[in-house]
């Protein structure tokens, strides 16, 4: 099975960048969609996006869409999420996923740990 381990979190001041990393071991990487997720203190998990198995499809919030980009490479058994102009209310641990791309929590078995992202305003 796949264990995803994310990385590149951080504190940056609004409007800065990021970007984070998922390398995923123990299994056929290009088998698996992979997703994002983050967690705000005192709020469910939210869906912040995916990228199908050859990185064909991808998906986004609504709240990240035109700022945020996820991408892949099957050859490092990596996906990486850009985050550009960021705002506060990005702040949240973001965990990395694997299982079939889309937007839903359910379609995800293998769970990072999450790495922490703080946006200062």
């Known amino acids: 099975q796949v264990q995803p381990v994310e990385s590149g979190g951080g504190l940056v001041q609004a409007g800065g960048s990021l970007r984070l990393s998922c390398a995923a071991s123990?299994?056929?990487?290009?088998?698996?969609?992979m997703g994002w997720f983050r967690q705000a203190p005192g709020k469910e998990r939210e869906f912040v996006a995916a990228?199908?198995?050859?990185?064909?499809?991808?998906y986004y919030a609504d709240s990240v869409k035109g700022r945020f980009s996820i991408s892949r490479d099957n050859a490092k058994n990596t996906v990486y999420l850009q985050m550009n102009s960021l705002k506060p209310e990005d702040t949240a641990v973001y965990f990395c996923?694997?299982?079939?791309?889309?937007?839903?929590?359910?379609?995800?078995?293998?769970w990072g740990q999450g790495t922490q992202v703080t946006v200062s305003s």
């Open positions: 996923a694997a299982g079939d791309a889309g937007r839903s929590i359910s379609l995800y078995s293998y």
């Open positions: 123990g299994g056929t990487f290009s088998m698996y969609g």
């Open positions: 990228i199908s198995r050859f990185g064909r499809n991808t």
